[in-house]
């Protein structure tokens, strides 16, 4: 069984703070997927990673896949209370079955 | 992309009874997925429904509790059957298109 470990769990931060999630597995994946769900909704996809070692950025936001395809990191530069809500990773073992880390859930203060 | 639809988006429901709950997609798709949220929590897989054969049930998962009817590309249901209290949870639809994940806004269902 594919598991993904993500840390924090939680995390409340004043506006303007950074923070990082991480997210752990001893196993590799083909791809690593990041959603944010937001009280109420469904996870809304943000990004997906493929390759090793690859970053992608999204405005305030910076994904990193490990080198290794074992890991994965989020970063978010300046919170603003609108990135409050759940953070969830999700591992694709090629089999379009995602296994999910637990979720960090992020409250931002004004 | 994929647009997600489901109904209802909630509902209170006594205990025993069952609720189906539907899954509307905008384009066809082989694989649809049904999971589980519980408060707080991150998400459990259900299943998985592909159109012409059976559900295939992750483990703690029967189909006798949750039986899925997958009639055609775009749509499927997912029934909570003799619900419990235990079975509160926000239950979500979703499809792989391009590689990628998506879900629906979820089914909010209360038991009690």
């Known amino acids: 069984t594919q598991l993904l470990e993500q840390s924090p769990q939680f995390l409340s931060i004043q506006e303007g703070e950074n923070l990082t999630v991480y997210c752990n597995s001893s196993?590799?994946?083909?791809?690593l997927q990041w959603y944010r769900q937001e009280p109420g909704e469904g996870p809304v996809l943000l990004v997906t990673?493929?390759?090793?070692?690859e970053v992608k950025k999204l405005k305030r936001l910076t994904f990193q896949f490990g080198d290794a395809r074992k890991d994965s990191s989020l970063h978010i530069t300046a919170a603003q209370p609108g990135d409050t809500g759940l953070y969830l990773c999700?591992?694709?073992?090629?089999?379009?079955?995602?296994?999910f880390g637990g979720g960090t859930r992020l409250m931002v203060k004004p | 992309s994929a647009v997600i639809s489901q109904k209802p988006s909630r509902d209170i429901c006594q205990r025993g009874t069952s609720l189906t709950i539907q899954c509307q997609v905008d384009?066809?798709?082989?694989?649809m997925f049904w999971y589980r949220q519980q408060p707080g929590q991150s998400l459990t897989l259900i299943a998985t429904?592909?159109?012409?054969?059976?559900?295939?049930?992750e483990s703690g998962f029967v189909i006798d509790k949750f039986p899925i009817s997958r009639p055609n590309l775009t749509f499927s249901t997912l029934t909570v059957s003799n619900m419990s209290p235990e079975d509160s949870s926000i239950y979500l639809c979703?499809?792989?298109?391009?590689?990628?994940?998506?879900f629906g806004p979820g089914t909010r269902l209360t038991v009690t």
């Open positions: 979703s499809v792989v298109t391009d590689y990628e994940q998506y």
């Open positions: 196993s590799v994946f083909s791809s």
């Open positions: 990673v493929v390759t090793g070692g």
């Open positions: 999700a591992g694709d073992n090629a089999g379009n079955m995602l296994t």
């Open positions: 384009s066809q798709v082989t694989m």
């Open positions: 429904a592909n159109q012409g054969s059976e559900a295939t049930y």
